[in-house]
C-alpha cells in the first residue's frame, strides 16, 4: 500500500522549536571566532569595523577563519529565523487541535517552554548579526540596550506565565504530575528557558557605560539566573530519583545533558555581571579565580556529557534516532550540548587560561584546546543538518514520531 508523502515534522512537537535555538545557538560558535581572535579595542565585543580592520591587517589564517565566521554567522542566523517563524506558524495551528489539548494534561506541558527559549536565542542570535554586519552600530548601541531589556522582559513574562500555568496545575491538585514519566530531565526545560532570558538581561550589564542601565540588567538577569537554578535543582532532583526507580526514558535521552548548555548559558551570565560590575562600580575579580570557576563549570559539563552518552549507548538512541530510521523532535536536543560545550571551552581557554597567563594566547596548548570546541562546533552543524534532513525531508514509508515528555 502507497503512503502520501509527508514529514516527520508534521506531527508537530513544541519541541522542535529545539531546530531553531540549534541553528542560533551555532551562530554564537562561529561568533566565538571573532570575540577572541579580532582585535577589538574600545569595546568589549569586535564590531563591523574591527572586523574590516582585522581582514585588511591580518595575515591569511585570519582572513579565513574571518570569512568562514562570518559565512557561518549568515548562513545560521538565516536557518535560526525560518525555523522559528515555521515553529511559530505551526505552534499557531497545533493549539487549535485536541493534541494541544491533550498535551496541557500531561507533563509534555513543559515543551511548551521550548517556545521563549528560541525567542530569547533568536534575540541573541540577531544582536551579532548587527554587531559584526552593520556599520556604526556601536555608535547607538546605548539606545538600543533599554530595548533588548524590553525585548527579554517580554519573553521573560511570557517564560513565566507558561511556567505558572505549568505549575499551577501540577501543585493545586494532586496526582495529576505523573512521577512514573518524570524519568528524564525533560522537567529542565522551562530552567534553560529562563535561564536564556537571563543571560540576555547580563548583555547591557557586560556591554553599556550607563551606570544606570548595567544596574537594571544586574539585577534583571541575578533574578532569572538565580530562578533557573533553583527551578533546575529541584526539577533534577526529583527527576534523578524517577530515573533510578524506572530507567530513563529512551525518547527523552538527550536531556541528560540539557545540564550543559545551562551550564554555559548561565557561566556567560556570571562572566558578564562580573565585567559589568568591574567597569560601572569598580569591583575586580583576578583572573585566576575566574579560571578556576570555568574549570569548575566545564567539569559539571564533562560529567553530564559522560552520563548521556552512557546511557543512551547502551539505550541505542543514536543507532535509532539519529543514525537511524527513527524519528523523534527530542533529538533536537543532542544540538545544544555540543554548542554549549564549544562555547564554554572558547571561553575557558581565553577568559581562563590565556588572562591567567596558564598558556600562550595561540600557541601550541591553545590550539590543543580550542581544537575541541572547533570539533564539538562541526558535531553541532553535522547533527542540525542531519536532524533537518530527517525530520523535513518528505517520505512516502511510514516514520516514527516519538513524543518527548
Same mark, same amino acid.
Given at each position: ?46 564590531? *563591523? ?44 495551528? *497545533? ?72 505549575? /499551577? ?55 532569572? /539566573? ?66 578556576? *570557576? ?112
Amino acid at each position: 500500500m502507497d503512503h502520501p508523502a509527508t514529514r516527520p515534522a508534521d506531527s508537530y512537537s513544541p519541541l522542535y522549536f529545539l531546530a531553531s535555538l540549534g541553528a542560533g545557538g551555532i551562530t554564537v560558535t562561529f561568533f566565538m571566532a571573532l570575540m577572541f581572535w579580532v582585535p577589538h579595542p574600545g569595546q568589549p565585543v569586535p564590531v *563591523f569595523e574591527d572586523i574590516v580592520a582585522a581582514f585588511g591587517n591580518g595575515g591569511m589564517p585570519l582572513q579565513a577563519a574571518i570569512v568562514l565566521a562570518l559565512f557561518g554567522i549568515a548562513a545560521f542566523a538565516v536557518l535560526n529565523i525560518k525555523s522559528l517563524i515555521w515553529n511559530l506558524q505551526a505552534l499557531s495551528a *497545533f493549539k487549535k487541535t485536541d493534541a494541544y489539548t491533550a498535551l496541557r494534561a500531561t507533563n509534555a506541558e513543559a515543551t511548551l517552554l521550548a517556545m521563549p527559549l528560541a525567542l530569547a536565542m533568536s534575540v541573541n542570535a540577531m544582536f551579532i548579526v548587527g554587531l559584526v554586519f552593520v556599520p556604526q552600530l556601536w555608535s547607538v548601541v546605548e539606545y538600543l540596550f533599554p530595548l533588548a531589556l524590553i525585548a527579554f522582559a517580554a519573553i521573560g513574562a511570557l517564560a513565566f506565565r507558561m511556567i505558572g500555568a505549568f505549575l /499551577g496545575r501540577v501543585l493545586s491538585t494532586g496526582g495529576v504530575f505523573d512521577v512514573t514519566a518524570h524519568n528524564s530531565f525533560a522537567q529542565l526545560l522551562p530552567a534553560f528557558s529562563i535561564a536564556m532570558v537571563g543571560v540576555g538581561f547580563a548583555a547591557p550589564a557586560a556591554m553599556s557605560t550607563s551606570a544606570t542601565t548595567v544596574a537594571v540588567a544586574l539585577m534583571l538577569s541575578t533574578f532569572f /539566573g538565580v530562578a533557573a537554578i533553583l527551578y533546575t535543582v529541584i526539577a533534577a532532583t526529583t527527576a534523578f530519583a524517577s530515573m533510578l526507580q524506572h530507567g530513563t526514558a529512551r525518547e527523552s535521552g538527550p536531556t541528560l545533558m540539557i545540564i550543559v548548555p545551562i551550564v554555559t548559558v548561565l557561566g556567560i551570565l556570571f562572566l558578564r555581571q562580573s565585567h559589568g560590575l568591574h567597569v560601572a562600580f569598580d569591583t575586580h575579580v583576578q583572573a585566576g579565580e575566574t579560571m578556576i *570557576f570555568l574549570a569548575r563549570l566545564l567539569s559539571i559539563q564533562v560529567v553530564f556529557l559522560l552520563l548521556g552518552a552512557v546511557v543512551m549507548g547502551r539505550q541505542g538512541y543514536f543507532s535509532d534516532f539519529v543514525i537511524g530510521s527513527k524519528t523523534s523532535p527530542g533529538s533536537y536536543a543532542l544540538v545544544c550540548p555540543a554548542v554549549a560545550l564549544s562555547v564554554m571551552i572558547h571561553f575557558f581557554v581565553n577568559k581562563g587560561l590565556v588572562a591567567a597567563g596558564a598558556i600562550d594566547a595561540f600557541g601550541i596548548a591553545y590550539w590543543g584546546v580550542t581544537g575541541i570546541a572547533i570539533v564539538a562546533q562541526i558535531v553541532a552543524i553535522g547533527l542540525v543538518l542531519r536532524l533537518n534532513h530527517q525530520h523535513f525531508t518528505r517520505r512516502s514509508v511510514p516514520h516514527v514520531a516519538v513524543p518527548a515528555e
